[in-house]
């Protein structure tokens, strides 16, 4: 798309923080989400999932529950089969090892929670307690519990999967060695980020309804995903796609979790058509935490070197990947580790480079997206050997990024990974970053804190985050997928705007922003603009996804919009007797550009194309609907930053955030509310990652933190003042100049956090490498120093 297809939007609505129209039902209750979902004749399914991390099951007995009042039916993984051998999971790349996951296991078992039984029953607690009554047999085979017996081991985690190897990746092998051994200071470690859960507020939930006198079939499903979904389904199911529909409700919250197909949607599906009724399945917290996709565990081992000046002469990066039992479909493994080296390097210059990625099996619940992907671990581990360097050279954190940033004149930029940087504030977002602290005041303050025998830290992060992720994007990260979107613009006879499109919400306020779009391409209100979204028969989409709902929105609004517009600017042409490209549409009039008061009201020139034909040019068509698809040309790049001061309390261990801060660039913002709601719900997230959370498992493969009494997640105690700065650099890339900016706040956030806990342990001579960085592990660190307060 070229500049010349930018200009059409003329921000009136866009740029200010309009009212979210979701609220009002959202605050009353009023809002539907898939639990909501009650229908005639509705049937409940619970899944019975498996107490053992991996072996095999030698028999089982159903009978018992399948004689339970209430309850309809109960299958086995061996029913199952028969009607759909599996979720296969797998890349178009050489040497990239699929999976295929059982719908429910019926042999080998490769991690504990995984489905082997189910039961259907008139409600909820009927179903549950049928499964109490299933008897289990199993064989148990040795456990694979971490990606360093995974290398190490002979025994395999899934037997499906040799060498316990998904993937590995020599991605680039620069001579790296040689600038290490030339470098005026080298800094290294080994960084472990936590495998953690999205915990999205409302848990995962699938309603099915099969009709057998049409044979369609009908699904309600809390996914960010539903055309995907849909085609999906039907191929696995070998069920016809024009007769499957997948409605997606008000979703609370996806973060990425509910961008899957998921077995139990499968299943609820063939339950369905079994019984001819509808099938519920709904999870509750325990059971989200036990089988939803995890995320971010990895293990980054990564070396920089700088020159005296503090720039960066060189990186190496070696990461793996604790994928699970099993590749998630659509991302597969390589969601993390793999994508996250690729843009490790992207705010800064770095001239040599060595990235290297393993993806490994064990027994546990399979790794997915979560918002920031694999991007966090890799941003983490480079800020905090920043800030080592900078401390080695005797410079300041801000001076160092400062050096090493790239600047106006570099752009375009090829990194070495071959991503062209076509833009981005780096520079500058150091600068307002540096300014919004005030360094030299933190300084006077740290001082005078160690004197009293507290330890503050500063932290910093400076990123960049792909955005409107489209096929050029996922070509670039591995990913050999087509994606694109559309979206229907229609003006009604009134004159009001209905826009239909394949983008979901999953409590992002996108009912509001893409009406805010549609109004500014014709330059109504926005209160005269209605958004239909949530069923596969609106659009096609490929998901809310990556950042991209923004700039998908802006692309197949505006284009549709402009197709409508050409034929709106032809008939006021005639009647204002004026040119076609000399009419502007704003302020609800349409009329002569330069000249408002010659002009007519919106609605009135809608009412002549509708109703009025001797208005019409020849040959004229005059349906005022149009459908345009859209997928960005190039990566679309956000920037910004964040920054973080913490307390460590080397006594107790605990860490206090103190204050946040974060710089944003997504181009012309939509709304700043919406965005900075974004930002401050990524922060929260970013803090309980690097501080309290942590999915662990026992040597048994057992999860032993299954409630959230024991997975901790971040309380408004646990989240300070967020203090927030915009910078505004429209992409020529997207109508309207916009860019996304939905997961920044969990790329970059991250690394602050962690970085202002090692700067506040530096003075000690202590680091923290393994997160989160809980008060056991910072006493034990403490401890180990043979230090106290």
């Known amino acids: 798309m070229g500049k010349s297809e930018v200009a059409y939007i003329r921000p009136k609505s866009i740029?200010?923080?309009?009212?979210?129209?979701?609220?009002?039902?959202?605050?009353?209750?009023?809002?539907?989400?898939?639990?909501?979902?009650?229908?005639?004749?509705m049937l409940h399914a619970a899944?019975?999932?498996?107490?053992?991390?991996?072996?095999?099951?030698?028999?089982?007995?159903v009978a018992a529950a399948a004689a339970m009042p209430g309850v309809v039916l109960v299958w086995t993984g061996r029913d199952v089969r028969e009607r759909c051998s599996g979720l296969p999971a797998t890349m178009d790349i050489p040497g990239f090892v699929g999976t295929v996951q059982p719908v429910l296991a019926d042999d080998e078992i490769c991690f504990a929670g995984e489905g082997i039984a189910v039961a259907v029953a008139t409600t909820r607690a009927l179903a549950e307690d049928a499964l109490e009554a299933i008897i289990v047999d199993f064989e148990?085979?040795?456990?694979?519990?971490?990606?360093?017996?995974?290398?190490?081991?002979?025994?395999?985690?899934?037997?499906?999967?040799?060498?316990?190897?998904?993937?590995?990746?020599?991605?680039?092998?620069?001579?790296?060695?040689?600038?290490?051994?030339?470098?005026?200071?080298?800094?290294?470690?080994?960084?472990?980020?936590?495998?953690?859960?999205?915990?999205?507020?409302?848990?995962?939930?699938?309603?099915?309804?099969?009709?057998?006198?049409?044979?369609?079939?009908?699904?309600?499903?809390?996914?960010?995903?539903?055309?995907?979904?849909?085609?999906?389904?039907?191929?696995?199911?070998?069920?016809?796609?024009?007769?499957?529909?997948?409605?997606?409700?008000?979703?609370?919250?996806?973060?990425?979790?509910?961008?899957?197909?998921?077995?139990?949607?499968?299943?609820?599906?063939?339950?369905?058509?079994?019984l001819g009724r509808p099938v519920s399945w709904i999870e509750d917290r325990q059971e989200n935490l036990l089988r939803a996709p995890q995320a971010k565990?990895?293990?980054?081992?990564?070396?920089?070197?700088?020159?005296?000046?503090?720039?960066?002469?060189?990186?190496?990066?070696?990461?793996?990947?604790?994928a699970g039992a099993y590749n998630t479909i659509p991302w597969t493994a390589l969601i993390e580790g793999h994508s996250g080296i690729l843009v490790a390097t992207d705010p800064y210059r770095v001239p040599a480079l060595a990235l290297e990625s393993y993806s490994l099996v064990t027994n546990k619940c399979p790794i997915g997206a979560y918002r920031g992907v694999g991007f966090t671990g890799p941003v983490l581990a480079r800020e905090i050997l920043l800030d080592r360097g900078a401390r080695a050279l005797g410079i300041s954190p801000f001076e160092i990024r400062r050096r090493n940033v790239l600047r106006k004149e570099d752009f375009p930029y090829v990194s070495r990974v071959g991503h062209t940087i076509r833009e981005g504030t780096f520079l500058e977002t150091v600068d307002k970053l540096e300014a919004m602290i005030d360094y030299p005041a933190f300084l006077e303050r740290q001082a005078a804190a160690r004197k009293e025998g507290r330890y503050l830290g500063l932290g910093l992060s400076i990123f960049s985050e792909p955005t409107g992720i489209g096929t050029r994007t996922m070509h670039f990260l591995d990913s050999p997928i087509t994606s694109h979107d559309t979206a229907t613009v229609r003006v009604?006879?009134?004159?009001?705007?209905?826009?239909?499109?394949?983008?979901?919400?999953?409590?992002?306020?996108?009912?509001?922003?893409?009406?805010?779009?549609?109004?500014?391409?014709?330059?109504?209100?926005?209160?005269?603009?209605?958004?239909?979204?949530?069923?596969?028969?609106?659009?096609?989409?490929?998901?809310?996804?990556?950042?991209?709902?923004?700039?998908?929105?802006?692309?197949?609004?505006?284009?549709?919009?402009?197709?409508?517009?050409?034929?709106?600017?032809?008939?006021?042409?005639?009647?204002?007797?004026?040119?076609?490209?000399?009419?502007?549409?704003?302020?609800?009039?349409?009329?002569?550009?330069?000249?408002?008061?010659?002009?007519?009201?919106?609605?009135?020139?809608?009412?002549?194309?509708?109703?009025?034909?001797?208005?019409?040019?020849?040959?004229?068509?005059?349906?005022?609907?149009?459908?345009?698809?859209?997928?960005?040309?190039?990566?679309?790049?956000?920037?910004?930053?964040?920054?973080?001061?913490?307390?460590?309390?080397?006594?107790?261990?605990?860490?206090?955030?103190?204050?946040?801060?974060?710089?944003?660039?997504?181009?012309?913002?939509?709304n700043p509310t919406v965005v900075e709601g974004q930002i401050r719900g990524g922060v929260a997230q970013g803090i309980g990652m690097i501080?309290?959370?942590?999915?662990?498992?026992?040597?048994?493969?057992?999860?032993?933190t299954a409630t959230l009494q024991?997975?901790?997640?971040?309380?408004?105690?646990?989240?300070?003042?967020?203090?927030?700065?915009?910078?505004?650099?429209?992409?020529?890339?997207?109508?309207?100049?916009?860019?996304?900016?939905?997961?920044?706040?969990?790329?970059?956030?991250?690394?602050?956090?962690?970085?202002?806990?090692?700067?506040?342990?530096?003075?000690?001579?202590?680091?923290i490498e393994q997160f989160p960085a809980s008060p056991q592990r910072i006493f034990d660190a403490v401890s180990a120093a043979g230090l106290s307060r």
């Open 297 to 322: 565990q990895q293990v980054n081992e990564m070396t920089m070197a700088f020159d005296a000046e503090g720039r960066i002469l060189a990186m190496r990066d070696s990461v793996t990947t604790d």
């Open 140 to 274: 148990d085979y040795p456990i694979i519990g971490d990606v360093d017996t995974a290398k190490a081991a002979d025994n395999l985690a899934n037997a499906k999967v040799p060498r316990n190897l998904l993937y590995y990746s020599d991605r680039l092998s620069d001579d790296v060695e040689t600038a290490f051994a030339q470098a005026a200071a080298k800094v290294e470690g080994c960084f472990r980020t936590p495998r953690v859960n999205a915990s999205p507020m409302e848990p995962r939930g699938f309603v099915a309804r099969y009709e057998w006198t049409t044979n369609t079939l009908t699904c309600w499903s809390a996914t960010q995903m539903p055309n995907l979904i849909k085609t999906l389904l039907a191929m696995f199911l070998n069920f016809p796609e024009q007769n499957l529909e997948v409605i997606t409700p008000f979703v609370g919250g996806g973060f990425g979790q509910k961008a899957h197909l998921h077995t139990e949607e499968a299943l609820a599906c063939l339950l369905s058509i079994e």
């Open 492 to 670: 009604e006879p009134t004159g009001k705007v209905t826009v239909t499109t394949g983008i979901v919400t999953a409590g992002q306020g996108h009912h509001t922003t893409l009406a805010q779009i549609a109004a500014d391409a014709f330059g109504i209100p926005v209160e005269d603009v209605t958004i239909n979204m949530g069923s596969t028969k609106h659009s096609v989409g490929f998901g809310t996804v990556a950042s991209r709902s923004a700039v998908i929105g802006a692309g197949t609004i505006g284009r549709a919009s402009e197709m409508v517009r050409v034929k709106m600017r032809a008939v006021a042409a005639r009647l204002l007797q004026a040119e076609p490209d000399d009419i502007e549409m704003s302020e609800g009039m349409v009329h002569v550009r330069g000249e408002p008061g010659r002009g007519m009201p919106f609605a009135q020139v809608v009412g002549a194309i509708y109703f009025a034909d001797a208005t019409h040019p020849e040959d004229f068509d005059p349906a005022l609907e149009a459908t345009a698809a859209y997928d960005p040309a190039d990566i679309i790049l956000a920037n910004g930053g964040h920054a973080a001061i913490v307390e460590v309390d080397i006594e107790t261990g605990l860490v206090r955030v103190e204050r946040m801060y974060a710089v944003e660039d997504c181009g012309q913002m939509i």
């Open 691 to 704: 501080l309290l959370e942590e999915l662990i498992y026992d040597a048994n493969g057992q999860l032993v």
């Open 47 to 61: 899944v019975l999932r498996s107490p053992i991390a991996h072996g095999r099951i030698t028999s089982i007995d």
């Open 710 to 767: 024991d997975y901790l997640l971040p309380t408004a105690d646990d989240v300070p003042d967020i203090e927030i700065a915009h910078l505004e650099t429209p992409s020529s890339l997207v109508p309207g100049g916009i860019k996304g900016m939905g997961e920044s706040a969990m790329i970059s956030s991250p690394a602050a956090v962690a970085g202002a806990v090692n700067d506040a342990l530096a003075c000690l001579g202590i680091t």
């Open 15 to 41: 740029g200010v923080s309009v009212p979210r129209r979701e609220d009002p039902g959202l605050l009353t209750g009023r809002a539907r989400y898939v639990a909501d979902i009650v229908l005639p004749d």
